[in-house]
């Protein structure tokens, strides 16, 4: 069998789970498989980097953070490898450029365009595990790009995928995926199965055990995913397309702290205003979650909407500027300190009053809510932040998850 297997941040944190994952790698290797491990940087290494480069320039051009972070996965794929070798397992750790990982050219948050295998294949012809930095890749200009934060899952799945390996295995620091996250809502249970629909609305509405783009290249390219602890042999959750189980009506709640409304207000009530204020960010790659528009009085009319909160500024600005030409407004208003719920589930495609059901979860711990949106298969509302924790639970445990 030829298995992906990738560990993240906390797996490799230090010389202890270096070792515990180079055995768990030699081990499938010592059974006879083809190993491609992928890794992400030790611990809390990326936001140290991070924090690094704003003390030396807040403003840092996006080229050069993504040169700095890069960094981070060299650092833990050639310690594995020394890992490995001291183990007197042959093998080779490789960064983006090494393997020839193509991607867009957008740094920061770049697309898997496309993986040279010829490297892969020739090291592991050479029997040996092949270690791959995870959440980088290399653009036309002949740079470094990274994926965005936790892209690591994406770079295994693209691996998985270029390789066609027979499995593809991603180990973190929880046993699974759970029906919230575990350290919000300690009475989550862990999912046996879930399907790539569901779970990409999970990792796009906040739950950030697979990075959400992972998740969609999983299901284009129909790569099996199983999600488990690095730290015990549980089972572990299986990501695919169709799953044995009766759908549930509600298999997870998630949450999105990384949210800012912004509102215009007094936009004149004529077509194409929208089309004007979401092209102005379209062209800035901002992108714009749930929408919301005023019935409109007096020819005016309020549009508000919701940007990743390390966007909003960036997309302030360009409003601002605009302001004076194509987009006449009586004011733009921000608030930072919101955050999304939501609800996912296959099963609620085909059941009435599940909405109802949630709000009243909501009302009963006395959460207003500013914004709704739902899709066949989600319901996400938009709260103040300082309730999430509250309204997750009274949520989770409203559809009887625990
Ligand atoms: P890694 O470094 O292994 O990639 P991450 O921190 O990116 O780990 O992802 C694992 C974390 O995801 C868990 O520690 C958990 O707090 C969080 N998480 C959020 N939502 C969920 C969920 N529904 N199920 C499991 N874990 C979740
Ligand atoms: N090291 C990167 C991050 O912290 C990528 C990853 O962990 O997946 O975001
Ligand atoms: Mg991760």
Same mark, same amino acid.
């Given at each position: 069998?030829?298995?992906?297997?990738?560990?993240?941040?906390?797996?490799?944190?230090? &010389?202890? &789970?270096?070792?515990?994952? /180079?055995?768990?790698?030699?081990? @499938?290797?010592?059974?006879?498989?083809?190993?491609?491990?992928?890794?992400? %940087?030790?611990? &809390?290494?990326?936001?140290?980097?991070? %924090?690094? /480069?704003?003390?030396?320039? #807040?403003? $840092?051009?996006?080229?050069?953070? @993504?040169?700095?972070?890069?960094?981070?996965?060299?650092?833990?794929?050639?310690?594995? /490898?020394?890992?490995?070798?001291?183990?007197?397992? #042959? *093998?080779?750790?490789?960064? %983006?450029?090494?393997? $020839?990982? =193509?991607?867009?050219?957008?740094?920061?948050? *770049?697309?898997? &365009?496309?993986?040279?295998?010829?490297?892969? =294949?020739s090291e592991l012809a050479n029997n040996k595990i092949v270690i791959v930095t995870g959440f980088q890749g290399i653009n036309s200009f002949g740079d470094y790009t990274t994926l965005g934060r936790g892209g690591s899952d994406t770079t295994a799945v693209a691996i998985a995928a270029a390789l066609n390996a027979d499995a593809c295995e991603i180990y973190t620091d929880v046993d699974g995926v759970f029906t919230a996250d575990p350290r919000l809502v300690p009475n989550a249970k862990k999912l046996n199965e879930i399907t790539y629909d569901e779970m990409l609305e999970l990792s796009s509405l906040g739950a950030g055990v697979l990075h959400n783009r992972s998740v969609e290249m999983a299901k284009k390219y129909g790569v099996q995913l199983v999600v488990r602890s690095s730290l015990n042999n549980s089972e572990g959750t299986v990501v695919k397309e169709e799953i044995k189980m009766e759908k549930m009506l509600v298999s997870?709640?998630? $949450?999105?702290?990384?949210?800012a409304r912004i509102a215009v207000i007094g936009l004149e009530d004529q077509p194409g205003v929208a089309f004007k204020l979401f092209n102005h960010l379209a062209r800035h790659n901002i992108n714009v979650d749930i929408i919301l528009q005023s019935v409109g009085r007096n020819g005016t009319k309020d549009i508000s909407f919701t940007v990743a909160e390390d966007s909003v500024e960036e997309a302030v600005e360009i409003l601002e500027r605009h302001r004076a030409g194509s987009l006449k407004c009586h004011k733009i208003d921000v608030e930072k300190s919101v955050a999304k719920v939501s609800i996912v589930g296959a099963g609620m495609m085909s059941n009435a009053g599940v909405a109802a059901k949630m709000f009243e979860a909501l009302y009963d711990v006395g959460v207003n809510i500013k914004m709704i949106s739902t899709s066949e298969i989600r319901v996400t509302v938009l709260i103040d932040e300082i309730y999430v924790e509250k309204a997750m639970k009274a949520v989770h445990d409203k559809f009887s998850l625990a």
């Open positions: 069998m030829l298995i992906v297997k990738k560990f993240g941040g906390t797996s490799v944190a230090d &010389k202890e &789970k270096i070792f515990n994952v /180079a055995r768990r790698c030699v081990e @499938d290797y010592k059974n006879g498989n083809e190993v491609v491990v992928v890794l992400s %940087a030790m611990g &809390k290494q990326t936001d140290l980097l991070l %924090a690094q /480069a704003r003390e030396i320039n #807040p403003n $840092a051009s996006k080229r050069e953070v @993504d040169m700095l972070l890069t960094t981070g996965e060299q650092i833990s794929v050639s310690l594995m /490898a020394m890992a490995m070798n001291s183990l007197g397992v #042959p *093998a080779i750790s490789l960064n %983006a450029f090494q393997v $020839a990982m =193509h991607t867009t050219s957008v740094y920061g948050s *770049a697309r898997i &365009k496309r993986i040279d295998v010829d490297r892969i =294949h997870g709640v998630a $949450a999105d702290k990384n949210t």
